[in-house]
C-alpha cells in the first residue's frame, strides 16, 4: 500500500509539474515573446482556460500526500515554513494577475499585471525547484522527524544547511529553464503569428540549455546524494524513466524546426514527466531525506499512512480521478486549435 | 509555546475569515445564477439571461478572490498545525483531498465555459454549466463541513498504535449527523448572503433610477430567496444545529448563552455581559423557559451552566463566544424581519415605490456577511480547548518548529497583501457595478468597457 500511494502522489504531482508547468513557462516567457497588449491577450487565452485547473492538481497531490504520508507531510511543509508562504504570496499573485488583468482597458493597470504574472511565474519554478533539491540533498531530520531550516546558511550544501545553498538554487534554475522551455513548446503550439514566431525561434536554443543543466545538475547531485546515483544501476524503471526523458527532449528538438509544435510540446511533456518519476523512482522510500543519520529518514514504509483508511481512499480516488480527467479533456476539446485573443474587454 | 499558539491561531482565523468572505457569497449566488437561468429557460426571453450574465461576472471576480485566498488555508494545516495533522490527517486528509478531487476540478473547468461561453453553447449547455458549477462550489462546502464536523464531533476513527487517530468507519465519518446539520445550516446562509447582495444592488439600481427592468429582477428574486433562506437558517437549519450543540458540547451552549449556574426551566439569554470572573451574567434579559425547550424540547429538561464542567474544559474565551452567538442570533432575527416587511410591500405592490425600504435593502448587505462570520466565531470558539473535541487540545496542534515570530511575520504579510487585494477587489466590483447588466455581445460574453 505504502509503494502504491507513493506512486499516486508521485503522479499526481507530476501531472501539476507537467500541467502548470506550461503555464509557469508561458507567464515567464510572455514579457519577452507577447510585446502588443493584443498579442498578450493571445497568451492569456491560450492558458486561461486551463490555469485554475493545472493549479488543483497542486492541491490534490497534496491531498493525497495528507491522506497517504500525513507525518511527510505535516514535518516538510512546517520546517520549510518561510519558503511555503513565498510560495502561496506568489501563487495569489500569478492567479490576480491572470484574473485581474482583462477587467480594466488601461495601458498602466495590463502591464503592471503583465509583470506581476511574469515575477510571479519566474519565481515559482525557482520556488518549487529548490524544494525538490532541499529533498534530495536531505534535511536535518530530528528523532521525532521535525527540522527547522533557515532560508540560507553559508550556501555550502553542507550541515548546517539552509533552504537555499548552491545546489537547491542550481536545481531552482534547472526547474526554471525546463519550464521555460516547456512553456515555449506550449506557446508555439497553441497561438500563431508573430508569438509563435518568436516562441518557436526559442524553442531549441533554451532545450540547448535544458540539455546542459541537465547533465549539470546530474553531476551536482552526484556529490550532494552519494545514494541516488549509486541506487541507480539497480532501478530498471528509473533508468527507464530517464531514457524516456531523455527520448522526449530528442522529441523536442527533432519536431520543433519541422513546425510540428503539438509533438514538441508532447516532447518536452514527455521530459518533464519522465525527469520527475525517474528522480522519485531513484530516492524511493525516502521522502524526506536526514541529511546526518540515514536512520532518521522519513521513507513511505516508516512514515506511511494507515492502509485500512488508504483501502477507502483507493475508492474515492477510483471515481474522482476518472472524472478529473474528463474534465480536462472537455476543457481542451472545447478549447482546441489556436488560441484566439479576445476582442476589447471580453475575457483575457 | 505560549505566544506562538497564539499567533497560531490568530493567522488562522484572520486567513480563514478574510478568505470566506469570497466563497459565502460564491456559493450563494452559484445557487441564485441556477434560478436565474432556470428562469430564463422556462420564460424563453432574455430578461433573466441578461441578469444572469451580470451576476456572473460579480461571481467571477469573487471566486478568482476566494481561489487565491483560498490555497493558503489548505497549506496552513501543514505550516501552521504541523503536529495536528500528524494526529488527524489519517482522517480528515480524505475529506481535504476529495475537495480538490471532486469539487475544484469540477469548478476550475466550468467556469470558463459559464463565464465566456454563452454563445459557443445552447440554452441548455450553458444551464449546464451552471448546474456544474453550482454542484463543484456546494460539494467543496459540503468536504470543509465534514472536515469541521470531525473536529468538533469525531465519529467513525480509531486510535492507532501511536495515538494518532485512524478511519474506522468512512460512511460514518462523511455522513457525520453534525455535519448534516451544520451543512444545511452554512448553505442556507450563504442564500441569505447572496439573496441580500442581489436584493441591494436591485435597490440600488431603482434609487439611481438605472437598469430599471433588471433592477426589479433583482429585488423580486432577492427578496422571495431572502425571505425563504432567512426563515431556513433559524428554522429548521439553525435549531437543529443548537440541539447539536447541546447534546454533544454542553459547555459550549453553557458559555454561547452565558449561563453559569445549571438547572432546569432554563430562560433564553437576549442581552447581558458575562461576568466570568465573578462567575455571573450582568444586566440579564431574559425569555423564561425557553433554553431548555429550545435546547432539549421540554420546560423541566435540565439546561447545565459553566459551573457543572472544570475550568480547564471551558472554552477559553467565554466573552467573544457570547457576544459572537448573540450577534449572529440577533441580525439573523433582523434580516428575517427586514425580508419580511419587503416581501409584504412587494406582495402590496408598493415595494419599488417605497423610499425608506429601499434604502434599507441597498445597505442591509453587510449584515448577513457579519452573521455568518459571528456565527463561524461561535462554532470555532465553542469548540475550544479542544482542535478535535475531546480528543485533542489545540494547544497540542501547533507547529513544533516554527517560532512565534516568523507566525507574525506572515501574519502581517498576509494583512499587507490582503488589504490590497481588498482594494483591488472593490475597485473591480465597483467597477462592475457602474457598468451594470448589459445585453450579451456576438461573441458570447458581456460586452462593455
Redesign the interface.
Known sequence: MSELWYAIAVLMLTAYVVLDGFDFGTGALHLFVARTDPERRQVLAAIGPYWDGNEVWLLAAGGALFVGFPKILSSGISGFYFAIFLVLWSLVLRGIAIEFRSHVNDTIWRRTWDLGFGVASILLPVFFGAALGNLIRGVPLDAGGWFELALFTDFSAKDPVGILDWYTVLVGVFALAALVGHGATFLSWKTDGPVQERTRRLVRPLHGVIAGLWIAVTAATAAVNRDLLAALPGRPLAILLASAAAAGLVTVFVASPRGRDRAAFLGSSVFLAGLSMATAACVFPVMLRSISDPALSLTAYNAGGDPTGLRTALGWLAIGLPLAILYFVIVFRVHRGKAVAAADGEGY | MGDSLFLHRLQFAFTLIYHYLFPVLTMGLAFLIVVMKALGLRSGGERWNDAARFWIRIF??NF??G???G??M??Q????W??F??Y???????T???????A???E??????L???EK?LSRAGHFAAAVALFVGSWLSGYFIITTNAFMQHPVGFRV?PDG?L???D?AAFLFNPWALAQYAHNMTSTVVTASFVVAALGAFYLLQGRHLEQARLFLKLGTTAGLISSVLVAFPTGDTQAKQVARYQPVALAAMEGRFESGPRAGLTMIGQPNVRERRLDNPVTVPLILSVLAFGHTASEVQGLNAFPERDWPDNIELLYYAFHIMAGLGTILIAIMAVANLLGWMGRLEKSGPMLWVLMLAFPFPYIAVIAGWVTTELGRQPWLVYGLFRTAQGS????HGG?VLF?LL?FCG?YFV?GV?FLF?IA?EIGHGPSPV?P?G?????
Open positions: 467571477g471576480i478568482a478572490v481561489v487565491v485566498t490555497i493558503p489548505e497549506f494545516f501543514g505550516t501552521n504541523a503536529r495533522s500528524r488527524a490527517g489519517n482522517v480528515i486528509g480524505h481535504l483531498a476529495m475537495e480538490g478531487l471532486f475544484f476540478f469540477l476550475s473547468s466550468f467556469l470558463s465555459l463565464v465566456f461561453g459557443r492507532g494518532s485512524l478511519l474506522a468512512f507547529s513544533p518548529t516554527v516568523t506572515t504579510g497583501l487585494l483591488l473591480l467597477r455581445s461573441r460574453e458581456a460586452a462593455h468597457v
